[in-house]
């Protein structure tokens, strides 16, 4: 039987029939491991379905934490909505679809989604071509079909060849009973300390095997490689381990450490502590040249306490540098002849300070402690210019790179050593040098270095692989151009190592260390860093630093960009608060990688919230990704009301740039907003989208296309075909164009409760359309309430309209006027512009009417709030000519004022 098992983001199948291995090796996205002795499958979807396929699901098993996975890939269905055209780019199978068929590609295990081609890339194997000629059928097109079929043919002929070879022997197997050694039994992984048992096995199956075959000859060469890699790890677990340690614990100010044994020569009669004394108070020219004199003619056991002692004076004299080389040839002296333990502590001493001294000049800093350096290497990686000048780096990158290669530092004084490392790394980046990368990286991953130090050197890492001058330049910025070249898969467990640590010593660096851990490991492929890792490392930054939604974004970023998108928005919820606030720009490529690979874990919150809000935040200049950003949206569960969102955006002129989109482009979207909720049956958003669709027609003139637009809702589900043979029938009577076979099917098609009812009376109100309708409409809507306006009834009372067509204005207002009503028609711009239209309807006026059918929908609710609030009437609904506006003006004004709704009365007391 096949097992199955789960390691991260793959899955590891192991076979114990050699028939197994065959077809496994045919498997889309498959890959033999020799270490592990089975096959790397990925884990996605389509691999539970394929398997089902070949072996069946009674031939294959999959432990149980497996078992929600692989009942819901079972569930899989769903049919093609459009073409799929697959092409043969000689490594790989190339497919493109629409979005909403994303789904039935990724049946094939191996997917992978390319941004920049919108494309996707599917194993080069015949079972990839299989499987979606079954998903697609008659949708799927091949490009040079003829040719591509033949392959599979002649491919599945090997492959069928090869498995009844591997059947035959898996019997032969079986008929051997316990501990056959044949061909076909699969070996195992061997104990710690068996790595080449398995040669004796390849023998005995040699001389068993008879003459060789092809299938053979690759099974034993598979396994005589597994046998080595086992033999390899077993040697380099014997090795003896070093443990990389850190100074981080070691004492600032420590000494070398070396336990001095026998007698140290004293240096003849020469009295070397009455000297040092002397000199801590006569540091004068003739001390000097009193010891260089000496030193000349001195022999070789005396040397080193003269250099150490000329070593002294420099110090005292403040010449830092000289005495950091005298100090460095007294040491190097030593193998001639040791000095005193007590002359030698005072020289490691002077050293030290002196080597600080010497740092801290180089990066312009004032004092001889590690405290002042590394402060100002801290801040000069998190922003340049704000901890060294650049003046001092330039004036001290030769004192650093002494001391960088300084073996007595390494020695004597580590913590100096290494700092002077990391700063000859910051003052080549700051001058403008190279800075390479790998030799960085090795300084990192160094435990001879103190862990504080070392995460200063990840931080400055993170930025030399984003091409930034410091910190500054790439947090809370969008990681461009994800990729990088190098490996740095080393950096997720370093990082986990050495933060902790560093945060002993230096907690200010911890946080900075671990968000550039994350920015370095958002760069690289998935495999870099597990989720747990991942959680590892936010776990390091406080969860009130400013940087740390931005650190989940990094955390989440490659593994939303590969489909992991479980749990996602719970784990790291700053993935999407920043999202939220790209610029679309920015985010398009990543974001529609996610959306290809997710499996329903992200899409929604992505197109539902992410999307219309970065729209709204930041705007947009690539139209490109705008138009597939919306062609992804109709595909999700509530594509509509973001479609609607966006569209209201663009109608309102608040998404930024979108004015740059031509009249094609707005109907494009528009249309697909519609045609969006009209396959979804959603009540609200079809009303929206049909009316904007409709206003989207008349801003540019094209009126002839109502009608067109209308007849393609006739067969749409119950509301929509009512609201627009509602609109159809008054733009045919508003045109004086024959109306009365529309509103014959509208009344057979409109339902008793529809809550268009009240529209349709409105309608009917026109005397044309209630004799035309006859009795059948009566019987509709009931007898119309005739409501007699005397003729001086609307005289002097005041109308304000919001929206309406020029050509609507020239003929509503004179008729209007004839009724004696005072009239203010506030054009469409003049709505958008919000102050002026919500100022008059909170004014003075008798009645406000709002003309939907002219106005954006966000334009319309806020002149109908305001004029709610105000206690002023009004009334809202598209008009498509002059007839049915005079006459809804009519009616309202004529109507009683509806008295306020009185609450229930409160308990009696008694």
């Not at 190279?434 to 400055?460: C, M, N, P, S, W």
């Not at 740059?660 to 519609?674: N, T």
Request: aromatic letters at 6%.
């Amino acid at each position: 039987m096949l097992e199955i098992r789960a390691e991260e983001n793959r899955l590891l199948a192991t076979p114990s029939l050699a028939s197994e291995r065959v077809m496994l090796r045919s498997f889309p996205g498959a890959r033999w491991v020799p270490a592990r002795g089975a096959f790397s499958l990925p884990r996605q979807t389509g691999v539970y379905l394929l398997l089902d396929e070949l072996f069946g699901p009674e031939n294959w098993r999959a432990p149980s934490d497996l078992s929600e996975e692989v009942q819901e890939a079972r569930k899989a269905g769903g049919s093609p909505t459009a073409e799929a055209r697959l092409e043969d780019a000689e490594s790989e199978f190339s497919v493109q679809c629409a979005f909403a068929d994303k789904e039935l590609v990724k049946r094939v295990p191996g997917y992978r989604w390319v941004p920049t081609e919108r494309r996707w890339r599917l194993p080069r194997v015949p079972l990839t071509v299989r499987v979606l000629q079954r998903v697609f059928g008659e949708q799927l097109k091949i490009e040079d079909e003829e040719r591509v079929l033949a392959w599979c043919t002649e491919e599945e002929q090997r492959t069928d060849a090869e498995r009844r070879l591997a059947e035959r022997e898996d019997a032969a197997a079986a008929g051997s009973g316990p501990g056959a050694t044949g061909l076909a039994a699969v070996p195992a992984p061997e104990a710690e300390g068996e790595a080449a048992s398995s040669a004796p096995v390849l023998a005995e199956a040699a001389r068993a095997a008879g003459p060789i075959d092809g299938a053979a000859l690759f099974e034993r060469l598979e396994r005589l490689t597994a046998a080595l890699e086992r033999l390899v790890e077993a040697l380099e677990s014997g090795q003896v381990s070093t443990g990389p340690g850190t100074n981080g614990d070691r004492d600032r100010t420590g000494g070398n450490g070396e336990t001095e044994t026998g007698n140290v020569p004293q240096g003849g009669g020469f009295d070397w502590r009455a000297e040092l004394e002397r000199l801590r108070s006569e540091h004068d020219d003739p001390a000097r040249l009193a010891l260089a004199g000496r030193l000349e003619n001195a022999e070789a056991d005396e040397r080193a306490t003269l250099m150490a002692l000329l070593g002294v004076w420099h110090f005292y004299n403040k010449q830092h540098d000289e005495a950091l080389r005298m100090l460095r040839r007294a040491f190097a002296a030593e193998r001639d002849g040791r000095m005193d333990p007590d002359l030698d502590a005072e020289a490691v001493r002077v050293f030290q300070k002196c080597g600080w001294q010497v740092l801290n000049r180089a990066l312009g800093q004032d004092g001889d402690r590690l405290a002042e350096a590394y402060a100002a290497l801290l801040s000069e990686v998190q922003r340049q210019g704000s901890g060294v000048p650049e003046a001092a780096f330039r004036e001290g990158l030769g004192a650093l790179t002494e001391l960088a290669e300084d073996a007595q530092a390494a020695r004597r004084e580590p913590n100096l050593h290494g700092l002077a490392r990391l700063a000859q790394f910051v003052g080549k980046q700051r001058i403008g040098d190279h800075v390479d990368e790998e030799r960085l990286g090795e300084f990192v991953r160094d435990g001879q270095v103190a862990a504080d130090i070392r995460a200063l050197g990840l931080v400055l890492l993170a930025n030399v692989l984003y091409r930034a001058d410091d910190m500054s330049g790439w947090q809370m910025q969008w990681p461009v151009d994800p990729r990088i070249a190098g490996d740095f898969a080393w950096a997720t467990e370093t990082a986990l190592e050495l933060i902790p640590q560093a945060a002993q010593a230096h907690q200010e660096v911890a946080s900075a260390a671990a968000v550039a851990a994350l920015a370095i490991i958002a760069r690289g492929p998935r495999e870099w860093a597990t989720r747990d890792q991942r959680r590892r490392l936010l776990r390091l930054i406080e969860s009130d630093n400013q940087l740390r939604r931005y650190a989940e974004f990094l955390a989440a970023f490659r593994l939303a960009a590969d489909g992991d998108g479980r749990g996602l928005d719970r784990e790291f919820k700053g993935y999407f608060d920043y999202l939220a606030k790209v610029q679309l720009d920015d985010s398009w490529e990543h974001l529609s990688e996610v959306l290809a690979n997710d499996s329903g874990h992200v899409t929604d919150k992505i197109i539902d919230e992410v999307l219309p809000a970065a729209l709204e935040a930041r705007g947009i200049r690539d139209l490109r990704a705008l138009m597939e950003a919306v062609e992804f949206a109709a595909a999700t569960q509530r594509g509509d009301n973001t479609l609607n969102r966006i569209a209201d955006g663009i109608e309102e002129g608040t998404i930024l740039g979108a004015d740059a989109l031509g009249g094609e482009e707005r109907l494009r979207i528009f249309e697909l907003a519609l045609r969006t909720a009209q396959k979804k049956t959603h009540k609200d958003d079809a009303d929206v989208a049909f009316q904007r669709l409709v206003r989207e027609h008349l801003r540019q003139g094209r009126e002839s296309e109502i009608p067109n637009l209308c007849e393609t809702c006739f067969e749409s589900f119950p509301y929509l075909r009512e609201r627009a043979m509602l609109a159809a029938v008054e733009w045919a009577v508003e045109q004086e164009e024959p109306f009365e076979e529309l509103l014959d099917r509208a009344i057979s098609a409109f339902r008793k409760d529809s809550p268009l009812l009240k529209d349709f009376r409105d309608l009917a109100s026109l005397p044309q359309v209630r004799e035309a309708g006859g009795e059948k409409l009566e019987r509709l809507l009931g007898k119309p309430a005739v409501t007699e306006v005397p003729t001086d009834a609307l005289n002097g009372k005041s109308v304000l309209v919001v929206g309406g067509h020029p050509s609507l204005q020239a003929k509503a207002e004179p008729m209007l006027a004839e009724l004696g009503l005072k009239v203010d028609w506030l054009d469409a711009d003049a709505a958008k512009q919000g102050d002026r239209a919500v100022g008059s309807a909170r004014g003075a006026v008798d009645l406000v009417v709002v003309n939907t059918g002219y106005i954006s929908h966000a334009a319309s609710g806020r002149v109908m709030e305001a004029a709610k609030s105000a206690g002023n009437r009004y009334v809202a609904r598209a008009f498509a000519g002059p007839r049915m506006l005079v006459a809804v003006v009519q009616e309202a004004l004529a109507a009683k004022p509806e008295e306020p709704t009185r609450g229930p009365k409160g308990p009696v007391r008694r």
